[in-house]
C-alpha cells in the first residue's frame, strides 16, 4: 500500500479493461489519477466506482480523445488544477484495427496510427515539459506483444506497436539525463473487452478462444489486474534505475518456439 503516496498520475483510455484496473491500483496504492477516457460516461462510471472503494478526492475523469494533442494537454491541465503536476502517465488507449495489408482502406491505416501511436505521441508531448522542469517523472507506455511479433492478418496494428517500442526507447534516452524514465509493457493475451470483440469475429468464437488458451504455456489469459501490477512499479520509486525498458506480460508465450 501507498507505492504511490503524493503522486500525480493521468491514464489513458481508462474506462475500461487495463487502463482501468492500471487507475484502481495507482489509487490504491495512494496517487491521485485522472481517467482521461474517450467516452465521458464509461470514465465517470469507472471513476465513480473506483472512488467509492477507495478514496473520492484521488479520482477524476476527463473526457480525452488522445488523437487530439490539444484535448490530450486540456487533461493534462486539469490534472495539474485538480491535484498538481503529472508524475506518472500511463499511454494506455489503444485499438486493434488488423486487415490485409493489400485490401485495407487508407483510413484503417490512419485509425490505427492515430490512435495507438499519434496517441502515445500525444500524450508523452503533453507531460514531458513539465517533467523535464521538475527533473522527475515516469511514462508507461502500454505497448504489446505486437510489438516485436507479428501475427499474420494483424496488420497494420503491429507496426504502430513497433513504432510504441521505438517512441519508448528513443524518449527514454532522450530524457535520462534529466531523470524522466519511459518504458513499455507488452501483455500478450490479456481478457478485455478488446480481446473478446475479436473472438467474437471469428467465424467459431468458442473455438477462436480456446485456441488462444492452446497457445498459452499457462493455458490461460492474463487478467487486466496483472498488467496493473506491473504499471504500479514501473510508476514507482521501486523502479528508479528501469528506463527506455520494455516489460512482457504474457505467461512466457513470445519465449516459446514451438510445442
Ligand atoms: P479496451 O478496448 O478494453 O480498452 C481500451 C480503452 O481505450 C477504451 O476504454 C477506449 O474507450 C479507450 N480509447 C480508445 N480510443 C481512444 C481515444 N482516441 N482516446 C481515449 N481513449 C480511447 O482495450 P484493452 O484494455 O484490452 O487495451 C488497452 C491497451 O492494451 C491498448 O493499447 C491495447 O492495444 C493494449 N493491449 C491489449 C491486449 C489485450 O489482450 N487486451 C494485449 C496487448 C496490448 P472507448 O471504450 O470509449 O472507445
Aim: one cysteine or more; glycine letters at 8%; hydrophobic letters at 45%.
Amino acid at each position: 500500500m501507498n507505492r504511490l503516496a503524493g503522486k500525480v498520475a493521468l491514464v489513458t483510455g481508462a474506462g475500461r479493461g487495463i487502463g482501468a484496473a492500471i487507475a484502481r491500483a495507482f489509487v490504491a496504492e495512494g496517487a491521485a489519477v485522472v481517467l482521461a477516457e474517450l467516452e465521458g460516461a464509461t470514465a465517470q462510471a469507472t471513476a465513480r466506482e473506483i472512488a467509492a472503494q477507495h478514496d473520492a478526492a484521488k479520482v477524476l475523469a476527463v473526457p480525452t480523445d488522445v488523437t487530439q494533442a490539444a484535448s490530450v494537454r486540456a487533461a493534462v491541465d486539469e490534472a495539474a488544477r485538480a491535484f498538481g503536476p503529472v508524475d506518472v502517465l500511463v499511454n494506455n488507449a489503444g485499438i486493434n484495427v488488423f486487415a490485409d495489408p493489400l485490401t485495407m482502406t487508407d483510413d484503417d491505416w490512419r485509425r490505427c496510427f492515430a490512435v495507438d501511436l499519434d496517441g502515445v505521441w500525444n500524450g508523452c508531448r503533453a507531460v514531458l515539459p513539465g517533467m523535464v522542469e521538475r527533473g522527475a517523472g515516469s511514462i508507461v507506455n502500454i505497448a504489446s506483444t505486437h510489438a516485436f511479433q507479428i501475427i499474420p492478418g494483424c496488420f497494420p496494428y503491429p507496426v504502430a506497436k513497433h513504432g510504441v517500442l521505438g517512441l519508448t526507447r528513443a524518449l527514454g534516452i532522450e530524457y535520462a539525463p534529466r531523470n524522466v524514465r519511459v518504458n513499455a509493457i507488452a501483455p500478450g493475451y490479456i481478457e478485455t473487452q478488446l480481446t473478446r470483440d475479436w473472438w467474437d469475429s471469428q467465424p467459431d468464437p468458442k473455438a477462436a478462444r480456446l485456441e488462444t488458451l492452446a497457445l498459452s504455456p499457462m493455458k490461460r489469459i492474463g487478467r487486466p489486474e496483472e498488467v496493473a501490477m506491473t504499471a504500479v512499479f514501473l510508476a514507482s520509486d521501486e523502479a528508479p534505475f528501469i528506463n527506455a525498458s520494455c516489460i512482457t506480460i504474457d505467461g512466457g508465450r513470445t519465449a516459446l518456439y514451438h510445442d
